[in-house]
Each structure stands twice: as C-alpha cells, then as structure tokens.
C-alpha cells in the first residue's frame, strides 16, 4: 500500500490552485506620437500572438512575455502605422536584458509631399522650381526662393515622406538632400571673355546622408539625417536636378517635375 505525506497533497493541492488561477506573465509597452504624446485605443499586434492589445489612456498596453526577436506593430486612426523588432530574452538567465518597447507614430499626411517634423506640428515643404543662369558657357542651377519653412536645430531633423512609389522606384529616381549656398553674383566664362553675372540662386553645395525607412503604412516613409545640420538652407531633389550640368536637359523637363523641396534651420 502506498503511503502520502499530509504535507505533500497540501503543497500539491496549492500548486493546483496556483495553475488554475494564474495568468500568463506580461509586461507593460506605451505608444505615443512624435511629439511624447500619449496614445490612448492604438492597436498592438505583436508576432506570434493571436490576442490583440489596446492602449489605455497613457498609451500603455500589456503584453505577453515574449523569447527571442519579435516583431511588434502599432496603429491608430489618423495615424501612419509603425512596425519595429524588439529582442526579448529567454528566460531569467538570458544576458539580453528586457527592451523599453515604446513605439511612435506619426500623425498620416493628407496629401502626397514631404513633412517636416517640427516642434508642434509638420511643416510641409512647398516644391520651388529650379532653372539656371549664366552664360553658354558656364551656368549655375539652382532656387530663386528658398522657401518659408524653418525649424529649430536638433540633433536629427525627421520628415515624412508620402508618395505613391515603392522602395526600388525611390532609389531609382535617387532622392537627395543638399545643403544650399546662396551666390549673389559671380564671374563666369563666356565666348567674349570673364563676364559678371548676376547668378541670385540658392545652389547645391554638399550633399547630406539620411536614412529612409518604409513605415508600414503603403507609401509612407520616415526619413531622418544622419547628423545634426547647422544653421542654413537645405533642399531635397531627385533626379540629381538641382546638381545637373545638363542645362538643356533641365530645360526640356516639365516645370511641374522640375522642382526641390527646401528649408531652412535657424
């Protein structure tokens, strides 16, 4: 006959109460927009999970203890949807410590263009068109008008970036961003000699690193400098139009897409 330990069924009886009416263990993420703004009812879809989690009214969700690299998205209405991949450990002697899963969104765009993120709100950047001047001989390409959006320097400025091309078709048409220099008038070669031009254009000097990230909402992408830029005017262009010596070529192309998307920082 087998013998039980009265203590033993009470430890299993209490093991037994602990299954039934534990949960899972979670832990706690938050969504906010751009500007730290809580998030309240944003949807959370986390890889490997059928539950969905909604934010409360500080942008914060539970969620599943999760091992290994997951990918997490976010959404709102009004909002351009993000998808980020968080590393979590697996198990309590993993060295990967537990990620801050914080994920921004960013306000959706109304029209097609690019968005300055400023400090409150976006600035979009109106297209300002680019010809040339000079002579046969030597001519400067460059903005009559830099534009009126300005924004604050910070160690990154971001924009977003809505247009009805994928990513291959964006490198294609080679997206850049110059800085600009103003040249009021300069000297230039001509068929008679030296002649004084008055050149008045914002022209391309060097060109400025970013990177583009496709958001997970169609045809909206998020582009952030690499460093800081210093006070001055700045441009975006495609096509290398702004940096084109091909004046003939420039003034074949149709004004509506011969245009750069300036600004400037303070």
């Not at 949807?43 to 490997?48: D, Q």
């Given at each position: 006959m087998s013998r039980f330990s009265p203590r033993l069924l009470v430890f299993a009886a209490a093991a037994a109460g602990l299954i039934g009416c534990g949960t899972e263990p979670t832990m706690t993420g938050s969504v906010k927009d751009v500007w730290d703004k809580p998030i309240a009812n944003a949807?959370?879809?986390?890889?490997?999970v059928t539950e969905l989690a909604n934010t409360g009214d500080k942008g914060e969700f539970d969620?599943?203890?999760l091992a290994g690299k997951k990918r997490v998205k976010a959404g709102a209405e009004g909002y351009v949807h993000v998808q980020e991949t968080f590393?979590?450990?697996?198990?309590?002697d993993s060295k990967i410590q537990m990620p801050n899963v914080e994920l921004v969104l960013y306000p959706e765009p109304k029209t097609d263009g690019l968005f300055l993120v400023n400090s409150k709100e976006y600035s979009k950047l109106d297209g300002q068109t680019i010809d040339t001047t000079g002579t046969e001989l030597q001519?400067?390409?460059g903005l009559e008008n830099p534009g009126k959006v300005k924004v604050n320097a910070k160690?990154?400025?971001r924009f977003v970036y809505r247009v009805a091309l994928e990513p291959n078709e964006i490198a294609r048409v080679g997206l850049e961003l110059h800085r600009l220099e103003f040249v009021q008038d300069t000297t230039v070669t001509s068929a008679m000699g030296e002649t004084n031009v008055k050149v008045n254009r914002f022209v391309a000097k060097e060109e400025i690193e970013f990177d583009l990230k496709e958001l997970?909402?169609?045809h909206h992408y998020l582009i952030i400098t690499r460093g800081k830029l210093d006070a001055g005017y700045y441009a975006f262009h495609s096509e290398g139009l702004l940096t084109s010596g091909d004046v003939d070529g420039l003034d074949k192309t149709p004004e509506e897409l011969r245009k750069a998307y300036p600004f400037e920082v303070k």
């Open positions: 949807t959370v879809t986390i890889e490997g969620m599943p203890v590393v979590f450990p697996e198990g309590e001519a400067y390409t160690p990154r400025q997970a909402t169609d």
